[in-house]
């Protein structure tokens, strides 16, 4: 690596905006579906709960091997960062391209779908009137961030609080605090009705997948005002924050609908808050998803941004992205790159709607294999790097670690298996053959310069 000419992150982000950007990723438009869905797969309250709180255990697994990854290498390029440490440019590549090319990206661009067909609802632009939307937001978020990280965790900061308000609303509705009062619903025993365990598998996955987003706490690590201890009790506090928020809109949720209603509902808060307060109901449920939406938009920009930055600073081919405007605290062409991808995304998936959500839906096998890796990676660099200083170390090791690596590599057959039975797996095969094919060129590349 040859950080000569480049400037480098300097610790301008404060500990609340670290958690609004971690908290902004997590809670994101899964939390208004995923409860129906587990609902439908245990039908037990009990053991619905119980799923989720397994969903938090494994959260705080990965959390806390990443804290110790992340006191141990602060690095605005995170778990690429790690994987570079513990096996290599070669690896770390093929992740750092998979988040950039399609990971990251997509997620970006699907979100802003999501935002686009509610703005929608509110003021209509036309026949591609979710396209315009989705495009504009993306270019004025990338803007935001572009002015600096000052200004974008601020933003990030009032986003997150009104989302967080918008999960206090639903709570309150189901528990009876506000709104019209809802009828009485009984309720059968916790932990009367066992499902199989691979349907409490299944709910384990669609859970996992709604906490997902934790693992980006690492991509602001160098960043954070405190150093080490701060980054701890950020990605600590985040998950902890979020599965409070979790559970209580789950309880509210089975308080105010029934396990039986709560189950066969598309939309649970929709219902819920409709009971309350009849079409007004609706509405502000869109504007919940709609910020949610913006909210986790603005979150992926900013941690997207620095896989592109890491990548740049590590090869000579890509050199453009690893440049940080230090005053700013941003990674101005990194983002501009990760903008051009998001627009083309958009541009593709309002053609083949079918296809860019498999390509996005589907490189899950991809994200969690690579995840799988950085919870081995624990065990690696403890025995490579024991001269490293560490402020923070696993608690129950080898536990937690082996905890987590178990969980990832359960999740990623899970996810292959689902994609191979939808006939999409080869999107996956399709994005790594080209980060393949674009590793030989940047090599044969550097080869080259260090033969002249």
Not at 243 to 262: E, P, Q, R, S
Request: net charge neutral; aromatic share 12%; proline share 3%.
């Amino acid at each position: 690596m040859n950080n000569d000419a480049l400037q480098i992150p300097g610790r301008l982000l404060s500990r609340l905006g670290a958690i609004a950007i971690i908290v902004g990723i997590v809670i994101g438009a899964g939390i208004f579906k995923t409860p129906s869905m587990v609902a439908g797969i245990t039908g037990d309250i009990g053991w619905m709960m119980a799923i989720w709180v397994a969903g938090f255990i494994i959260s705080l697994a990965g959390a806390l091997c990443y804290a110790e990854l992340a006191t141990m290498y602060p690095h605005a390029g995170g778990d690429y960062h790690f994987l570079n440490k513990a096996y290599g440019k070669n690896i770390s590549f093929l992740y750092g391209w998979a988040k950039a090319t399609v990971i990251n990206t997509g997620s970006i661009a699907l979100l802003a779908f999501v935002f686009g067909d509610y703005m929608t609802k509110v003021l209509p632009l036309g026949t591609y009137s979710t396209v315009i939307w989705a495009i504009m937001i993306i270019i004025v978020l990338t803007g935001v961030n572009l002015i600096g990280i000052h200004l974008s965790s601020g933003i990030q900061s009032v986003l997150t609080l009104f989302e967080v308000a918008g999960l206090v609303v639903i709570i309150a509705v189901g528990f009876g605090f506000i709104g019209s009062p809802l009828p009485s619903v009984e309720h059968a025993p916790a932990f009367s009705n066992a499902p199989s365990i691979g349907l409490l598998g299944l709910a384990l996955v669609f859970v996992l997948l709604t906490f997902g987003g934790w693992n980006e706490s690492a991509y602001i690590s160098a960043e954070v005002k405190g150093g080490s201890k701060a980054i701890v009790s950020v990605i600590v506090l985040s998950i902890i924050l979020i599965t409070v928020i979790y559970l209580l809109v789950n309880w509210a949720l089975i308080a105010g609908l029934g396990m039986d209603k709560l189950a066969s509902s598309k939309a649970a808060p929709a219902d819920l808050l409709a009971m309350a307060f009849g079409p007004l109901g609706e509405k502000l449920l869109g504007l919940f998803v709609a910020v949610a939406a913006l909210t986790s938009i603005n979150a992926t920009m900013i941690v997207g941004a620095r896989t592109n930055y890491a990548i740049g600073d590590d090869w000579d081919g890509l050199r453009f992205m690893g440049q940080w405007e230090s005053k700013r605290g941003s990674p101005t062409l990194a983002l501009l790159v990760q903008s051009a991808i998001c627009l083309a995304l958009v541009g593709f998936g309002a053609f083949q709607a079918d296809g860019f959500d498999a390509m996005v839906e589907f490189t899950a096998p991809v994200f969690w294999f690579f995840l799988f890796l950085i919870g081995i990676a624990v065990f690696i660099l403890r025995a490579k790097d024991r001269s490293v200083k560490r402020d923070f170390s696993i608690p129950l090791y080898p536990i937690t670690p082996l905890l987590f690596c178990a969980s990832c590599a359960y999740l990623s057959y899970s996810s292959f298996a689902y994609a191979h039975s939808k006939g999409a797996v080869y999107i996956s095969i399709y994005v790594m053959l080209l980060g393949v094919i674009a590793l030989i060129f940047l090599r044969a590349k550097s080869e080259r310069q260090l033969s002249q």
